[in-house]
């Protein structure tokens, strides 16, 4: 059975007649990993959030999100909360905003764990956490409350958060962009460790196409709140389909665009509407 199946998924906001997402569709399988790619405002953390059922009230989702075969749209809140963290989990692009500023790191990540299970054994758990994720000094880090972590060791934590409770996936909100280009490629290189160690899935959000093609096996362009082009990352960025997708690999190779050549923008596919 597929993981996730996500169909025809739409969602507008309060009276607004454009919707933020239409049509979206794609399966996740244990184990594969999916790049989620385009411009600010193309609808790919809209996506993200509507798979953890993380919208704000006034939004209107519809179509189709099924885990295991499970609808969660219109699930409860209570049986929708135990999806996240057992099954699913999130990331989060800002460490600082996703942590609660009044509570010690490592008290928030046993508080996810406890959620969950009930476990003797939380604090035990917590350190051999913050250590998989390459936190050398983990008592000290769970005993600092966030504005004492630097940003890597933020989002480091926040990872912990993620995997505590053995998600089979988890979905990466740009999860590096805060952090230095020293930092956010060590990081990377955890996540990638960490998901093969794990055997699980993940949903990656990211503008950097490169981080893309580290991380994702395939990969999905998302333009104005739809999909315009889909497919293995070698195929999709060596052979775009798409002319919005060329103009996003050629953004990510200056040195290969003709002189005087302008690139493509999302207003160019306004002009003359969605080919």
Same mark, same amino acid.
């Given at each position: 059975m597929t993981f996730l199946e996500v169909r025809d998924l739409s969602v507008r906001f309060g009276r607004r007649q454009?919707?933020?997402?239409? $049509?979206?569709g794609f399966t996740l399988d244990r184990g594969e990993r999916l790049g989620l790619i385009g411009e600010s405002g193309s609808?790919?953390?809209?996506t993200a959030?509507?798979? &953890?059922?993380?919208?704000?009230?006034?939004?209107?989702? $519809? $179509?189709s999100i099924r885990v295991r075969g499970r609808e969660l749209l219109g699930l409860p809140e209570r049986e929708l909360s135990r999806v996240r963290g057992e099954d699913v989990?999130?990331?989060?692009?800002? +460490?600082?905003?996703?942590?609660?500023? /009044? &509570?010690?790191?490592?008290?928030?990540?046993?508080?996810?764990?406890?959620?969950?299970?009930?476990?003797?054994? *939380?604090?035990?758990?917590?350190l051999e956490l913050l250590e998989r994720v390459g936190l050398d000094d983990a008592e000290r880090v769970a005993d600092a409350y966030p504005?004492?972590?630097? $940003?890597?060791?933020?989002?480091?934590v926040c990872l912990a958060m993620a995997l505590v409770n053995s998600p089979d996936l988890i979905i990466f909100d740009e +999860?590096? /962009?805060?952090?230095?280009?020293?930092?956010?490629?060590?990081?990377?290189?955890?996540?990638?460790?960490?998901?093969?160690?794990?055997?699980?899935?993940?949903?990656?959000?990211?503008?950097d196409l490169a981080v893309?093609?580290?991380?994702?096996?395939?990969? &999905?362009?998302?333009?104005?709140?739809?999909?315009?082009? *889909?497919?293995?990352?070698?195929?999709?960025?060596?052979?775009p389909g798409h002319p919005y997708t060329a103009g996003?690999?050629?953004? *990510?190779?200056?040195?290969?665009?003709?002189?005087?050549?302008?690139? +493509? /923008?999302?207003?160019d596919f306004y002009d003359r509407g969605r080919p």
């Open positions: 454009q919707a933020a997402v239409s $049509g979206v609808g790919k953390s809209v959030l509507a798979v &953890m059922g993380l919208l704000p009230e006034y939004a209107h989702v $519809g $179509g989990s999130m990331v989060f692009q800002e +460490p600082m905003t996703a942590l609660d500023p /009044t &509570m010690r790191a490592g008290r928030q990540v046993a508080e996810v764990l406890r959620l969950h299970h009930k476990s003797g054994r *939380a604090r035990e758990r917590v504005h004492q972590l630097s $940003g890597g060791q933020r989002q480091r +999860p590096t /962009t805060a952090l230095d280009v020293t930092v956010q490629a060590r990081v990377l290189g955890l996540i990638d460790e960490m998901l093969d160690a794990e055997g699980a899935g993940c949903l990656f959000i990211s503008h893309v093609s580290q991380i994702c096996d395939h990969v &999905m362009v998302m333009l104005d709140g739809g999909v315009v082009e *889909a497919g293995p990352v070698a195929q999709v960025f060596e052979r996003l690999v050629a953004t *990510a190779r200056l040195d290969l665009v003709p002189p005087g050549q302008r690139l +493509p /923008t999302v207003a």
